[in-house]
């Protein structure tokens, strides 16, 4: 079964799994998914977290050890997600240095709450780097505006960073001069640049879910025709813009002084829409030094029917381009729909983590120590 999976690492593209658990951990799963899935990072988000704690496996014996300490919820929800991340890190931890530090990653994201506060996500970023203490840590600091000086100085002081919520190509290269400058900052703090990883988490599904939203409001020929493209155009361009960028004067100065690239990976790559094959957002995608980071069933349908065709974003600029100009052809904005996807990324985060709180702070409630 793992045929698909080989042949798309084969390609240059790092597998690595949208999802963690306590249960995931303990049962042994994690390391099966290395050993015979080419499964070679996990990302994490709030809504991942959310879903794994208020499931309840494995967490009963750590929340009664910390309703007994008698913590905040919010020292609490830290306690066990780093937790979590600490253990996944340390099962990858034979990948990590298989890779010289590329792969074998574990993300951690700040507080969604601080998504629009500079220092705060600074302040934050440094507190999980220190609290989880593996070097095999992404801390993930979502590309608001916000969150762009917040990337730079956090890449500056020599912590590895996963930038999430990207949807916009103009944003996305607002994230690479972020990354770029960070290493200046490293560079000029005499910090060893090869030590220092980050990859950029371009969005894929949800741009097509917003778009074909509007597609069928519009409802003509011209406007159906372009179901589904948007997504993978997008992707791939933002691909070209990565080209661009690593093959600069810029980041040749830092090539020389060992930096690392900072990798585009693809997220958000399970299909929302069942008319589309399940396995386009991973099939599409194809190109050497990417990341896909898949859901637990888009895994398992590549595993099972994926197709690799080799590279498939090179040679495809010029259609991409073609297919979010038309766009603008039918009364579709481009800019409109990535500020909204932006604006409720955030929300969303910001709602699962709420959630996470209120879950956690009732299960604290509830196995509370009776006062004497």
């Known amino acids: ?29 994690l390391a099966e998914l290395i050993d015979q899935q080419h499964v070679v990072g996990v990302t994490t988000n709030p809504s991942i977290f959310q ?18 300490r008698r913590l905040t919820v919010e020292e609490a929800v830290r306690m066990i ?12 931890r034979p990948v990590y240095d298989a890779t ?27 507190q999980l780097a220190w609290l989880v203490d593996r070097p095999n840590t992404f801390i993930k600091i979502p590309a608001t505006k916000a969150g762009l000086p917040a990337i730079t100085e956090v890449i500056g002081l020599g912590i590895s960073v996963n930038v999430t919520l990207i949807f916009s190509l ?52 011209e406007a159906k025709a372009l179901r589904g493209k948007a997504a993978v155009a997008n992707a791939r361009l933002a691909y070209q813009a990565y080209e661009e960028v690593f093959s600069s004067d810029r980041w040749a100065a830092l090539d020389r002084a060992n ?15 069942p008319a589309y094959k399940d396995t386009m957002y991973v099939e599409e995608l194809v190109a050497p030094g990417t990341v896909n980071t898949m859901p637990e069933a888009t895994l398992e349908a590549v595993a099972d029917h994926g197709e690799t065709r080799g590279d ?35 929300e969303k985060f910001e709602s699962s983590w709420n959630d996470l709180l209120k879950s ?13």
Not at 82 to 92: E, G, H, K, M, Y
Not at 264 to 269: E, F
Request: charged share 30%; hydrophobic share 40%; proline share 1%.
């Open 259 to 273: 930096a690392n690239k900072q990798r585009p990976l693809w997220a958000s790559t399970g299909v929302k829409d």
């Open 170 to 221: 103009e944003r996305y290269r607002a994230v690479m001069d972020a990354f770029l400058a960070g290493l200046e900052k490293a560079k000029a703090a005499g910090l060893d640049l090869s030590k220092i990883h980050s990859v950029a988490s371009f969005f894929v599904s949800r741009v097509d879910t917003e778009i074909d939203k509007r597609i069928e409001k519009i409802g003509t020929d």
């Open 1 to 29: 079964m793992t045929d698909a999976l080989k042949r798309l690492a084969d390609e240059g593209v790092a597998i690595w799994l949208d999802d963690l658990s306590r249960k995931r951990i303990t049962s042994g799963n």
């Open 100 to 126: 010289g530090g590329q792969d074998g990653r574990v993300s951690i994201e700040v507080d969604p709450r601080l998504a629009h506060d500079t220092a705060a996500t600074v302040a934050e970023a440094k």
């Open 81 to 92: 997600t780093t937790a979590d991340v600490r253990d996944a890190a340390d099962i990858l």
């Open 312 to 346: 498939t974003v090179h040679g495809t600029y010029e259609q991409a381009q073609a297919d979010i100009d038309a766009l603008a052809g039918i009364g579709i904005s481009y800019d409109e729909v990535v500020q909204v996807l932006e604006d409720e990324g955030v």
């Open 360 to 372: 956690t702070e009732a299960e604290l409630k509830r196995l509370a120590p009776s006062e004497a």
């Open 51 to 68: 879903k794994a704690i208020s499931g309840g496996d494995g967490y009963e014996q750590q929340l009664t050890d910390l309703a007994a």
